[in-house]
């Protein structure tokens, strides 16, 4: 978004979670930690989120829901929200990204943008 005043951004650091994961039956776990960045002028509240997580196969799913680990954050200008979550496929790779409804205290709507992050069991990319 190109107002200053609505300005959020999204960063992940992902992590392949060997010990929830069986490749024997297709089953990779993967954990990321997302730190949510308010940048704008305006405090803004977290009210959604959506996914599009595609696997290595090209099979998509999307995921919608309320908040972010049931919570629904309000980030002060300036500041952050981290959190953690985790999602399984059933490839050794895959990619997620998607979006997050942000309401700002003066009751603007507005998307933050999660671009395009990559999920990968070490040694599977070359």
Known sequence: MSD?????????????????????????????????????????????????????????????GAGVVGQQPLIAAGKSHTYSSGTVMTTKVGTMQGSYEMVAADGKHFDAIIKPFRLAVPGALH
Do not use: C, K
């Not at 999204?10 to 039956?25: F, G, I, N, W």
């Not at 405090?43 to 090209?58: C, F, K």
């Open 4 to 64: 200053s005043r609505y300005q959020v951004d999204v960063s992940v650091v992902t992590h392949y979670l060997a010990d929830q994961s069986q490749p024997e039956h297709e089953r990779f776990a993967f954990a990321y930690t997302i730190t949510v960045q308010n940048n704008g002028e305006q405090p803004a509240r977290l009210m959604s989120r959506h996914w599009v997580i595609t696997d290595g196969d090209g099979h998509v799913e999307e995921v919608r």
